[in-house]
């Protein structure tokens, strides 16, 4: 159960604590051990979010037209604004045969609201959408216990994402929210959509935590029924998952598992591949000026011709391998998925009734393709608009979904102590580890992204032909065959005809 202690206020965030020696050393050592603290209190922070976001949601929306900032808010410092508000919520110890209760104060605030507000509004999110995917149920907590330690929470309907920010990311998103906020409404990107940020505070036993937390637009909702997520970067140390594949591995992917799932990469339509390309380019372009590194570009593969069990089948191989088993895939793979396979109990659901996701591939990238043949009766697909790709050397058919994200760390003096070891130690594959210098990591991602993954198709899209093992060129020619057999007998038929009427007239 959640109290308010006391009304909304509104302040200034503080901006002007900044590590001028660009180390963040604070938020390297500080974030670890308070994010093992709060650890044990996810739950009971997840209902203060729960609260907080729907009240200060409701302080600018609700009487919008009567709201006036404070006196000390000016133009040009509206990055700084900050509404708050005090809760006490009371938990239950774990462990505990009483029935007592601990309480625990919160201030939970949210930063640059009226901006963020207006961004959600721009990007096709309205706040009464916003409000009602967080005022029916509380946060779905799926706390990532593993390295990071980041809290991470999901709305009820798993729309949005929670996750807590180091203060210096979050600190650098309120410093570009404007930029952002004019990329994402004046051209084409793939960035994630950051639409909230909220600080929590609440006393420990020495002294008071401060945590960050980002809200963003959820690019894989269980809607999209997606089959695997990759996460790439171009590196390829430590970028493969060991072992055999697993249901849950394969949302686990990374850089190495692509390259040896798929060794010839994902053709797509010319136009998006172009389209594409160009969008990237100008994102990492955009990223690497601000000096940011180790983002991520997720890709979300929807198989329709592979079922999950062939998925699963699949293994890593090289050299010969991979010929054994494209050998077989072209024989026993050309089937399309059973009707059995490809349903769930959510593509039961009416798709109107639902948003799949507020991010939607052809959307950003703002392409057009035919949704009558690439889409055929997919409602998903009717509603979140993948990129349609085909998968090289089997032709199979995917939709994929992606979006960069981690968009928030930049180049710091930490990271180029640790790229100048790596220098030293590893120097014939320094560049091949996640983190490197903006300039070089630009380079890298482009080059591995579309001379590994995404492949111009050009002429060879065979979409809508049911015999995936040939290639386009192959039915072409056989269609062109095909044509000049029926011209000839035209022509043979022609002759006898012509050669009738002269008999007759003779």
């Keep these: 159960m959640a109290?308010?202690?006391?009304?909304?206020?509104e302040t200034l965030y503080d901006d002007d604590i900044w590590d001028r020696?660009?180390?963040?050393l604070?938020?390297?050592?500080?974030s670890p051990i308070q994010l093992r603290y709060l650890q044990s209190k996810t739950s009971v922070i997840g209902r203060a979010l729960h609260h907080g976001v729907v009240d200060l949601l409701d302080n600018i929306t609700s009487k919008q037209s009567e709201y006036i900032e404070n006196e000390t808010i000016v133009l040009g410092t509206e990055h700084r604004l900050c509404h708050s508000r005090n809760y006490t919520l009371k938990v239950h110890e774990h462990g505990s045969n009483t029935d007592d209760e601990d309480e625990i104060d919160f201030e939970i605030s949210s930063l640059a609201p009226t901006i963020f507000s207006q961004l959600r509004e721009d990007i096709g999110i309205s706040n009464e959408n916003f409000r009602q995917s967080f005022s029916q149920h509380h946060l779905k907590d799926f706390t990532n216990p593993g390295k990071s330690g980041s809290l991470m929470y999901k709305t009820f309907d798993d729309l949005f994402i929670l996750k807590t920010l180091r203060d210096y990311e979050a600190r650098l998103l309120l410093q570009i929210l404007s930029g952002y906020h004019l990329q994402l409404i004046q051209r084409s990107t793939i960035f994630n959509r950051y639409i909230g940020l909220y600080s929590v505070r609440l006393q420990a036993s020495i002294s008071t935590i401060e945590i960050f937390i980002v809200v963003m637009a959820n690019a894989f909702t269980p809607a999209l029924q997606i089959d695997e997520i990759f996460?790439?970067?171009?590196?390829?140390?430590?970028r493969k998952s060991l072992g055999d594949l697993s249901r849950e591995k394969l949302f686990k992917l990374k850089d190495v598992d692509f390259m040896e799932l798929y060794p010839y990469g994902i053709r797509i339509p010319t136009n998006i591949y172009q389209k594409l390309k160009l969008v990237i380019a100008n994102d990492v372009k955009v990223l690497k000026k601000l000096n940011i590194t180790d983002f991520s570009l997720i890709l979300g593969v929807r198989h329709l011709d592979m079922t999950e069990e062939e998925m699963l089948k699949r293994r890593p191989?090289?050299?010969?391998?991979?010929?054994?088993?494209?050998?077989?895939?072209?024989?026993?793979?050309?089937?399309?998925r059973p009707e059995s396979d490809i349903k769930s109990p959510m593509l039961q659901q009416s798709v109107e009734s639902f948003s799949v996701s507020y991010l939607k591939p052809l959307e950003m990238l703002n392409e057009q393709i035919d949704k009558n043949l690439y889409y055929d009766d997919d409602t998903i697909a009717h509603a979140s608009l993948p990129i349609p790709g085909i998968i090289n050397q089997t032709n199979q058919r995917v939709y994929l979904y992606l979006a960069f994200v981690d968009m928030l760390q930049t180049f710091d003096s930490f990271k180029l102590i640790d790229q100048t070891f790596r220098k030293l130690t590893h120097h014939d594959r320094h560049l091949e580890y996640s983190v490197i210098e903006p300039d070089n990591y630009e380079k890298r991602i482009n080059q591995f992204l579309f001379e590994r993954v995404f492949i111009d198709a050009k002429d060879d899209f065979p979409w809508a032909i049911t015999d995936v093992s040939k290639s386009v060129a192959e039915i072409n020619n056989e269609d062109f065959d095909n044509k000049n057999n029926i011209r000839q007998h035209h022509h043979t038929i022609e002759r006898e005809q012509s050669d009738t009427v002269l008999q007759f007239r003779f």
């Design 317 to 336: 191989t090289t050299g010969i391998g991979v010929l054994c088993t494209i050998s077989n895939q072209l024989g026993v793979m050309s089937m399309m």
């Design 231 to 238: 996460d790439l970067k171009g590196s390829k140390i430590k």
């Design 26 to 30: 604070g938020s390297y050592v500080k």
């Design 21 to 24: 020696l660009d180390f963040h």
């Design 3 to 9: 109290s308010s202690k006391d009304e909304i206020s």
